[in-house]
């Protein structure tokens, strides 16, 4: 049996075939008042669902489970078309049913609350949608910038008409990033007291927003509104929370006209925010870290070599991993002084790769930087490092040699002296090269060194080799796994012979890296020593000795 019409608990109509109101039962009553039999249906209802019965409900299967039917019909021989529309602040479904008399019964259900639902779920996934793609876009970037740039632009597309992200005061100044919805962001600076702007100073130091409703747009200073905004509506301002530490501000702004940001919109900002001060966070602890690691490889670094007190050098340095810049070997050239004295040449190799195998170069190079003034005694200055070495927490050893450089007249003479590293090459002006006689122990792991200085003096244009084993040990070739050798290097310097000290360093960093191509290999770092070419200018009085110029 079906729900008789006036015990009905929604709104029942039954409308005859010309348009006229037959029975109302007590529920329609009640939501529509003008609703009586006989009255026109167009002046009882609203225009949606006049509308839809003058243009007659079309057949379509499956009303909705659940719902009565006039008459006791079975649902299945119901063909509905549902509609759907306001009645005040509520929304009704309509479901007719056509009946053998050509009479129609309008069924309606209050549908506000699915609608409601269906709408807060909508709004769910979009928000979702839209932190999501915040996070995307704000992590992909480590640059504060760019960071403040997505914050500002994001938040004026879905948040306000227009956006401002504050950064934290760097000096005097408040580093600002504004924005208007459509627009691209600008970055300017002003000197302002953040205090004058209700709860920006609050934000700015990490505290709890305060409610758009306590803030008085009428308040808002001229830095504050972007250009061509016009009159301000209303105004949220709420923190970016960082790291530990705020990351800024974040203040949307909506005009005159524009309804003002509710209670849940103020929520979802703050959730907007946390994304974005996250990242802001991170990119600032990311540039504060960059500018440590450069000043601290600053010194890491290989210096630049050119030609000290008349002699010639030149160094060339490649890490083991491309993407970084320092690694455990080093060369230095200390210049003598006082003038006259020899110039000191260190070029080693510290066990390890990578970060700690530099770190473990720095102390090694500062270490020998402070016994400078006995440099002349490279047996005492070799044992010192190695007792310093020995007294290092997870002190790495390593392999040097030292090469002290004196100009006398047209030659250069060196005083050469190894500790576990491969002896230096001499390469003489017709093409030979001949390994120095010098041979010791490494540093930093026994409890004494042994070492043996080689004398040596190169004639004009000629050159003396110091290299690391990354270079002869260096893996590639056709077949990939063939070391470059002790006696490619040598072929590659006999055939550099008379070339200055750069061109020589160049060549063999040339052939070592086609050797290895894109294969692993270890740090290689070598320094050439070179006795320049001179011209003798005659004496200017027929007497005196005259002078030698490179």
């Known amino acids: 049996m079906g729900v008789p019409w006036g015990e009905a608990p929604y709104p029942v109509l039954l409308v005859d075939a010309q348009a006229r109101l037959v029975s109302v039962n007590d529920a329609a009553s009640l939501v529509f008042p003008r609703a009586r039999p006989g009255a026109l249906l167009a002046d009882a209802v609203p225009a949606w669902l006049s509308t839809a019965h003058a243009q007659g409900p079309s057949p379509v299967p499956a009303p909705r489970p659940g719902l009565p039917r006039a008459g006791g019909q079975h649902p299945e021989t119901d063909r509905d078309r549902i509609v759907q529309g306001p009645v005040g602040d509520r929304t009704y479904e309509a479901h007719p049913t056509v009946r053998g008399d050509g009479t129609v019964v309008w069924w309606l259900v209050d549908d506000t609350d699915h609608r409601l639902a269906r709408e807060a779920l909508k709004m769910e996934r979009e928000r979702t949608a839209f932190l999501t793609q915040a996070s995307n876009l704000l992590l992909s970037s480590l640059n504060l910038d760019r960071c403040m740039d997505v914050t500002a632009q994001m938040a004026a597309e879905h948040l306000a008409d227009a956006a401002l992200v504050i950064a934290p005061s760097n000096g005097r100044d408040l580093p600002v990033v504004a924005c208007l919805r459509g627009g691209t962001p600008s970055m300017s600076r002003v000197a302002v007291d953040p205090e004058e702007v209700p709860g920006l100073g609050e934000a700015l130091q990490g505290f709890p927003p305060v409610p758009s409703r306590w803030i008085d747009p009428s308040a808002a200073p001229a830095w504050l509104i972007p250009d061509g905004f016009g009159a301000v509506g209303s105004i949220v301002i709420t923190p970016l929370p960082g790291h530990g530490v705020p990351a800024g501000a974040l203040v949307l702004l909506r005009r005159t006209g524009a309804a003002a940001f509710t209670e849940g919109e103020e929520v979802f900002a703050r959730l907007f925010a946390a994304r974005a001060g996250a990242a802001m966070s991170a990119a600032r602890l990311y540039a504060e870290q960059s500018s440590i ?59 390890g790769k990578g970060l700690e195998a530099a770190v473990m170069t720095g102390k090694i190079r500062n270490t020998l930087h402070a016994l400078l003034p006995m440099a002349d005694d490279h047996h005492r200055m070799l044992s010192l490092l ?50 120095a006689p010098t041979q010791g122990t490494l540093v930093g792991a026994l409890p004494d060194v042994v070492t043996q200085t080689a004398l040596v003096t190169l004639a004009p244009g000629e050159t003396c080799v110091l290299h690391t084993d990354g270079i002869t040990e260096a893996q590639g070739g056709p077949l990939g796994g063939d070391m470059f050798g002790d006696a ?35 740090d290689m770092a070598l320094v050439a020593i070179s006795a320049p070419r001179t011209n003798h200018l005659s004496a200017v009085d027929g007497h005196t000795r005259g002078r030698f110029t490179a």
């Open 386 to 435: 190695n007792t310093a070495l020995l007294n290092t927490h997870n002190a790495r050893f390593a392999t040097l040699v030292l090469a002290s450089a004196t100009r006398e007249g047209n030659t250069v003479r060196l005083r050469l002296t190894s500790a576990g590293h491969p002896a230096p090459l001499i390469l003489r002006s017709d093409g030979r090269v001949e390994e």
């Open 488 to 522: 490619r290097l040598r072929r590659a310097l006999s055939e550099c012979a008379g070339m200055p000290a750069e061109a020589v360093v160049e060549r063999v960093q040339m052939l070592a890296s086609q050797w290895v191509g894109t294969g692993r290999h270890d």
């Open 293 to 351: 690691t450069e000043t601290l490889m600053r010194d890491l670094l290989p210096p630049s070599l050119h030609q000290v007190a008349g002699v010639e050098y030149a160094g060339g340095y490649r890490p083991s991993q491309d993407h970084e810049r320092i690694g455990g070997d080093f060369y230095d050239v200390h210049p003598a002084a006082v003038a006259g004295d020899a110039s000191l040449v260190v070029l080693g190799d510290v066990c």
